[in-house]
């Protein structure tokens, strides 16, 4: 089935890529638009969005870009001032920013704690403060929040501030869908597990396994009850069905994108 954004316009941050391939943000904005929606696509890496923005282009979509950084309130403002000038409306707003810093609370720096939170949670703050009021004069919209099992589950380690602001994520989503349910505004949750994306091979990889790829894949490979990490674009299909009105009855939930790692304890 195609057309299933037809229309739309689609701001989606954190539309780039750490690395060679595909990253969720990435692949969502490349799957919106073969959808039938128009990308504004942010990332704090100009190149990065450039790249995602050439993919949609390529492929006979429409996509235009912003670099900044979504922690900064006045750059969010911008961007999305920005995504008015150039399209007129914000049909769906896709938060993509995050990542994590290793460490309990005695281990962590109170500096990668604050980052964690700000990269993580007011993220999605700023940007859903500025985003709102237009959904709410247009009468209709739909948020996707990316969060992650690691606000369910302890995925074997020790991840205290990137399980906190995750965690948060889902609440914050909670209190928007009931907040804007009558006002036409939808706000859902994609919970992705152990993905294997750029991100991976670029961080986890040199946080926890010294540089070696290839073993971290194996390790995280070998977590999942499939036998295999998801991909990005296991996550942007899900994303994609909460943005689209298929999902028009769908709101304050969440979509589990794990293979089954939440089934299993560790």
């Given at each position: 089935?195609?057309?299933r954004?037809d ?7 954190g539309?780039?890529s750490v ?8 692949a969502a ?13 942010v ?5 990065a969005?450039?790249?995602t923005?050439?993919i ?5 979509g ?6 900044g950084?979504a922690?900064?309130?006045?750059q969010?403002e911008a961007?999305v001032?920005?995504?008015?000038a150039?399209f007129?409306?914000i ?8 990542g994590?810093?290793?460490g309990?609370?005695a281990?962590?720096?109170e500096e990668?704690w604050?980052?964690?939170?700000d990269f ?8 859903c ?12 919209g ?9 606000s369910?589950?302890?995925i074997g ?8 602001s995750?965690s ?6 909670h209190?928007?869908?009931y ?5 036409g ?5 994609v919970?992705p ?12 990889a ?8 290839a ?9 999942c009850?499939?036998?295999k ?16 009105d298929?999902?028009?009855y769908?709101?304050g ?7 089954g ?6």
């Amino acid at each position: 089935m195609a057309g299933r954004v037809d229309g739309k316009v689609a701001l989606v941050i954190g539309a780039g890529s750490v690395g060679d391939g595909y990253g969720n943000g990435k692949a969502a904005a490349v799957l919106y638009a073969r959808e039938g929606a128009k990308i504004f696509a942010v990332d704090i890496d100009g190149d990065a969005v450039a790249e995602t923005r050439k993919i949609i282009e390529d492929e006979g979509g429409t996509c235009e870009t912003h670099s900044g950084d979504a922690m900064k309130s006045d750059q969010v403002e911008a961007m999305v001032e920005s995504c008015m000038a150039t399209f007129g409306r914000i049909d769906i707003l896709h938060n993509n920013c995050g990542g994590s810093i290793p460490g309990g609370p005695a281990e962590l720096l109170e500096e990668d704690w604050d980052f964690q939170i700000d990269f993580n949670l007011k993220t999605v703050f700023l940007a859903c403060k500025y985003v709102l009021p237009i959904m709410e004069k247009q009468g209709k919209g739909a948020i996707v929040n990316i969060s992650s099992i690691a606000s369910m589950t302890n995925i074997g380690r020790d991840l205290c501030a990137y399980q906190a602001s995750k965690s948060g994520l889902i609440q914050f989503s909670h209190a928007i869908a009931y907040q804007y349910a009558a006002k036409g505004v939808r706000c859902n949750c994609v919970v992705p597990g152990l993905m294997h994306t750029p991100l991976v091979e670029a961080r986890v990889a040199g946080q926890a396994y010294n540089g070696d790829v290839a073993r971290a894949i194996a390790d995280r490979d070998a977590m999942c009850p499939t036998g295999k990490m998801g991909d990005a674009w296991d996550v942007a299909y899900a994303a994609l069905y909460l943005a689209s009105d298929e999902a028009k009855y769908v709101t304050g939930a969440e979509i589990v994108v794990d293979g089954g790692v939440t089934l299993k304890s560790y």
